[in-house]
C-alpha cells in the first residue's frame, strides 16, 4: 500500500480516500465531508498496478539521468527571473499544467506572469476569468500577484505586417513605382514577405506572441515578474517556431537593407524636389521587431533561465510525439529537463473492465517512455486524472500541489 499527502488545501476540497477505490481521482468528489481550510488530506492508494508503481505523484527519474533534477525548490530558488515554457500534444494539459505552475510560484512568493502564445487560448477557462484583450490581467486568489496575458495572435501579426508594409511592401513599393524606380521594387518581390503574413505557418503567429512578450518585459513596469510561465501552442507550430526567429530575422534583415537604399533613393529625391518621405518610426519599430526576435531565440536557448517542460499523457501517439519534440529541441539546444506525464489513472481496488484495459495501455506508454533514448534521461513527473475539469484557482492549487514538489 502507498501513500501520497500534500501538506494542505486551500478553500473547501473535498477529498477522500474512496476517491481513489475507482481508479479516477476526484477534485472536488461528490459524496465526502468538506475538509476544513487548510486540512491535510491523505490519498491512500490500494493497489500497485502502473509502471512506476503508485507512489509516484512527484518528481521522479523514469531512468538514471546522468545529472539528477532537483525538484519545485530548485525551480522557486532564486529571484533573478525564470522563464518555463510548457509544450505539448493538443489537449494533453498544458494550459493545466501552466496555470498550475504559475500559480505554485506565485504562492511561494514569486510575482508570476502566465502568457498564452497558443492562437487557441486556454488561459480564460482554465483560470474560470475573463482574460482576454492582449493586456495583462490580474489573476484573482494567489497570494503573491499573478497577471495573465493572452497575446491575441493576428493583432500581434497586423502591426508587424504594418510596420513591414511601410518599409518594404506595399506601401514603399506604390511610392517606388510611382517614382519610376521599378528595379527597387523587383527586389521586394524576393521577399515574400506579405504572402507569408497573409497565410502564415504555424510557428509565425507564436513567434510573433513570445516578441510581443518580450517587448513588454522591456518596459519598466514589468520588472517585478520574477517568474514567466508560457503556455506554448502545440508541438507542431513548437518546432516551427524554433526555426523561425532564424527566418524572421534574415526576413527582417533584407527588409531593413532595402529600406536603407530606399531611404537614400529618397533623400536624393527629397534633395531634388524637397519632399520628405522618411519614416523613421516604423524603421525603428522594425529594428526593434528585428531584435527582439533575436532574444526570443537566445531566451530558448539560454539553460541558466530558461526550461522547456513537455507535458505528455501515456498514450503511445502521444509518446511518439513527445519524442520527437524533445530530440527536436535537444538539436536545437534548448534545455529540457522534465516530462509530464499526465491523466494517469489512478491505483484502485477494482477495476472495472474499461478502467483495467486503459491502465494497461497507460502502462505500455510508460514502459515506451522507459525504453525511449530521448525521454528515458528526463525526469519524469506523473499527474493522476481527476474527474472534474482543473478550473479555477483552488483547483489549480490542487493540480500544482500535485505535480510540482
Ligand atoms: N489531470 C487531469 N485530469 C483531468 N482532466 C484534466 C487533467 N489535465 C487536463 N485536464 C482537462 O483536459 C482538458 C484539456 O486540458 P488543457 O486545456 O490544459 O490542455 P492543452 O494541452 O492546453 O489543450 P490545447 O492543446 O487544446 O490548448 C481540459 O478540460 C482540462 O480540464
Known sequence: MACYSTSSVSSSLRITNSMAMNGVLSFPPTSSPILPFNKAFTFVSMRASIKPPTN????????????????????????????????GKGGVGKTSCAASLAVKFAN???????????????????????LTGGALVPVDGPDYPLFALEINPEKARDDFRDASKQNGGTGV????????????????????????????????????AISKVMQFLESQEYNMFTRIVFDTAPTGHTLRLLSLPDFLDASI??????????????????????????????A???????????????????????????????????????SRLSASLKKENVPVKRLIVNQILPP????????????????????????????????????????VEIRGVPALKFLGDIIWT
Open 284 to 322: 525603428d519599430k522594425l529594428e526593434k521587431l528585428r531584435e527582439r526576435m533575436i532574444k526570443v531565440r537566445e531566451l530558448f536557448r539560454d539553460t541558466d533561465s530558461t526550461e522547456f517542460v513537455i507535458v505528455t499523457i501515456p498514450t503511445v501517439m502521444a509518446v511518439s510525439e513527445s
Open 348 to 387: 484502485s481496488a477494482s477495476d472495472c473492465k474499461f478502467c483495467a484495459m486503459k491502465r494497461k495501455d497507460q502502462t505500455r506508454a510508460l514502459d515506451m517512455i522507459q525504453n525511449d533514448p530521448e525521454l528515458s534521461s528526463l525526469s519524469m513527473i506523473q499527474a493522476p486524472l481527476v474527474d
Open 108 to 130: 511561494n512568493g514569486h510575482p508570476t506572469l502566465v502568457v498564452s502564445t497558443d492562437p487557441a487560448h486556454s488561459l480564460s477557462d482554465s483560470f474560470a476569468q475573463d
Open 173 to 208: 513599393k506604390d511610392f517606388m513605382d510611382g517614382m519610376g524606380l521599378g528595379m527597387i521594387v523587383d527586389q521586394l518581390g524576393e521577399l515574400k514577405l506579405g504572402e507569408l503574413l497573409d497565410t502564415p505557418p504555424p510557428g509565425l503567429d507564436e513567434a510573433i
Open 253 to 282: 534583415g533584407k527588409i531593413l537593407k532595402l529600406r536603407q537604399k530606399i531611404a537614400s533613393a529618397t533623400s536624393a529625391i527629397k534633395s531634388v524636389f524637397g519632399q520628405e518621405q522618411n519614416r523613421p518610426d516604423a
Open 56 to 87: 509516484s505523484f512527484q518528481v521522479r527519474s523514469v531512468a538514471t539521468p546522468t545529472e539528477s533534477v532537483a525538484g519545485f525548490d530548485d525551480m522557486v530558488a532564486g529571484t533573478e527571473r525564470k522563464y518555463y515554457m510548457l509544450g
